[in-house]
């Protein structure tokens, strides 16, 4: 029986339930109703202090909530400690004790458990070899990379087969090469041991490519909770499009179910927008190149192209003056001041309000 093996663990599911929070002259946490299935990674997005933080601390214990319920196996845990709540954390900032070795740190809570030397040293082990640091169990954390601390750090939360784990921002003190691979990691890792999965990240993109779900805050609040693919594609409103990617905003009117934008008519994302002025959200790759010939193709004129290694993103100001940014494939490259034409995909998009 190893630790990697699914049969030596269950899932819980997890919920808050319409969970509030108050400090002094604030409401961190306004109502907020999130269910994680079993096994589920969701990643909690949203701008600093919008209550990220906060939600994962009530979860785990560490902040009361002062009002709603925090479900765990369908069992409420309001009044449970956290270290009986049977949850491993990852923090942000690097955590070992410094004073004891990899292996140590990572036994450590088994230690606290009570579990025979013999028995903690092997499941230490088979942990580190989990994360691809057996090599370093007797180094001390100022002998390793931050990466590498955050994998001992990922190590001692799983290692007592905790049944929901917690990361808070924890590959933020990375730099950006670390952060992918590692990302890729945990979700591989999760995977692999089916544990239901709370992620705070305010990295969309770090969201977008590793939950299984993403629920983006704002104030307090969940705005939206969908798969990536429907966050993206489907935004509920300006903030989501804005927060889940790169965004045009254009002016449109709504007019007989439509959008019309740059003379183009275009579908609606929510069929019963109200009819008037609007901002249409359209997305980079949802703005072409296009010939002549093409009745949709306007002309405008190229401000200014990025070559991002596998594509090129081209902003273009319309003749009323509108800017856009294209993203497109870098064989194609236009300098700036150079006329071009462009048309909208015609995918459908979101409006908001003036
Ligand atoms: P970040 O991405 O910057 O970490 P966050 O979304 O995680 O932000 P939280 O840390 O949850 O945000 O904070 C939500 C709000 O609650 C913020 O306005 C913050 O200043 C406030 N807050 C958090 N902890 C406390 C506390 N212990 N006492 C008072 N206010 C707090």
Known sequence: MTLADPSTRT???VALVDVVKRFPGLTALDGVSLELAP???VALLGPSGCGKTTALRVLAGLESADDGHILIDERDVVDVPTNKRDIGMVFQSYSLFPHLTVAENVEFGLRMRGMPTVDRRQRAADMLDMVGLDHHATRFAHQLSGGQQQRVALARALVTQPRVLLLDEPLSALDAKVRVGLRD???RIQTELGITTLFVTHDQEEA???ADRVAVMRSGRIEQIGTPEELYSRPISDFVADFVG???R???EVVGGVAVIEGQQVPLIDADAAPGSVHALVRPEDIVFASEADAHSRPAVVVTTSFLGSLRRTRVRF???VEVTLQHEVSHAPGPGETVRV?????PVAVSRV
């Open 185 to 187: 990691e945990i979700r």
């Open 343 to 347: 048309r909208l995909t015609g995918r």
């Open 319 to 321: 003749t009323d003056g």
């Open 250 to 252: 254009m002016p449109a």
């Open 208 to 210: 977008l490519a590793v």
């Open 39 to 41: 096994g589920e990674f």
């Open 246 to 248: 790169l965004s045009n």
């Open 11 to 13: 899932s819980a599911p």
